[in-house]
């Protein structure tokens, strides 16, 4: 059997064959290994009603063969029932207790349904049957970082070949490994390995930008990402990397740049066009803005944050109109993104829409209450359409879990004192003095008449000094 056999075009016209033959009711013979490829090939592409009667059909010629059932484990992992992947196996390995496959296979099931020490029982087995396998140790790493034994872990990763990691491939399976558990600096160290062995490694170059990246390293990020596109121009990851870190250190001009040179003509390309409009927006070109979040929409329709984009412009130009019609088409996409809801509740704010003006800070909170600038913005909603006293309720409602914050004090005594409640207003200003003195202007700027009050000025000078 030729090469090309296994190829993608050739694996696709192999399926097509043996689904004619299998339609035809015909009987024909099939080599194992035939069979087990054709298997494998509908598993990588998620065919699994297909993968299901191809393993039906070896079962019917090759009863006797352990690899059809470890296929039908596997089916059984494709769709999420690992407890009768983990029965099936079981039930083999008793039968063919030295099985490494099974062992494998075994071990990857107990490590999704986080049973680790057995996990590493299985693997440790497999490993025994066949030393060296890259996979394996890459699996008893992750299972010993999963365990919190690190140093066991990097100990298999030690143990990899001279020449593993040299492909883009390895590489990215320990980086993701690395990332999973939040190990970057031995990810760079592993990354500084390759690019000594091999200074022109394109891919070492590109991680090393990413974990810098990801760790707020924007200056490192960008002199790696330079390396990977010096080594090969036409790349768009490295300079795609490039233009995120730059848009991180407000160097907007530049990261636009960078960012058209990521460009790939694909589907991709509407998040990239999202960030040049952002960038122009940061630099005050709303028109440019305007320009690159619409040629966004055109290649991917669905991207909320390109709805959203256009909804600010617009509210920033106070076209009330065309920013709520964007940010609701945002919110449409996307309900669980608490800074669209605080937008549009904005703009309803404006248009002196209180019932949806609420809603959408209600939204906003119920999605992220950790966040007390919510519950500040609603609060003053409240107040700016009326609402004093539900306002004043509202930060009240709130006080216990953001009780740490001074603004919610420095807040609730500005509303009392400009609802007259001046006992009210009294005791919270103590407890935000209490909290942080240096604040005291966040109660003149919401009540700004107490900044001439004598015995407000005296307490405020009472916690300054």
Known sequence: MEYDDFSDEGMEARARSFEQMLASGETFFYDNDELGQLIDYYLDYEQIQKATVAIEFGETLYPFETNYKIKKAEVYIAQRNINGAIKLLEKYRSIEPHNGEIAKLLGDSYALTLQYKRALECYLFALNQDHGNDELLIRLARINFALGN?????????????????????????????LDYNHHTEAIQFLE??????????????????IHQKQDKNEEAINAYDYCIAIEEDNTMGFLGKGNCLMELDRFEEAIEAFKLSLDNDESDAEVYCNIAECYENLKDDNAAKYYYLKSIRINPNLSDAYFGLGTVHKRALNWNEAERYLLKSIDIDQYESLYHIELAEVYLIKENSKRCYYHYEQAYEIDSDTTEIILDFAHAKFEL???????????????????????YYRV?????????????????????????????LLYKFAPFTENMENITNIIDLYSK
Request: hydrophobic residues 35%; glycine residues 6%.
């Open 386 to 408: 009326g609402d004093i006293e539900d306002s004043v309720t509202l930060l009240l409602d709130n006080l216990e879990n953001h009780d740490e914050d001074p603004r919610m």
């Open 150 to 178: 690190n140093n066991k872990a990097m100990s298999y990763l030690n143990a990899f070949p001279s020449d593993f990691g040299h492909d883009e491939v390895s590489i990215q399976e320990l980086i993701r490994l690395f």
């Open 193 to 210: 390995k390759i690019i000594d062995e091999n200074p022109y490694n394109y891919s070492a170059w590109y991680f090393t930008g990413l």
């Open 413 to 441: 005594a500005s509303y009392a004192f400009t609802l007259g409640h001046f006992e009210k207003g009294y005791n919270f200003l103590h407890a935000a003095l209490g909290l942080d003195a240096t604040e005291y202007e």
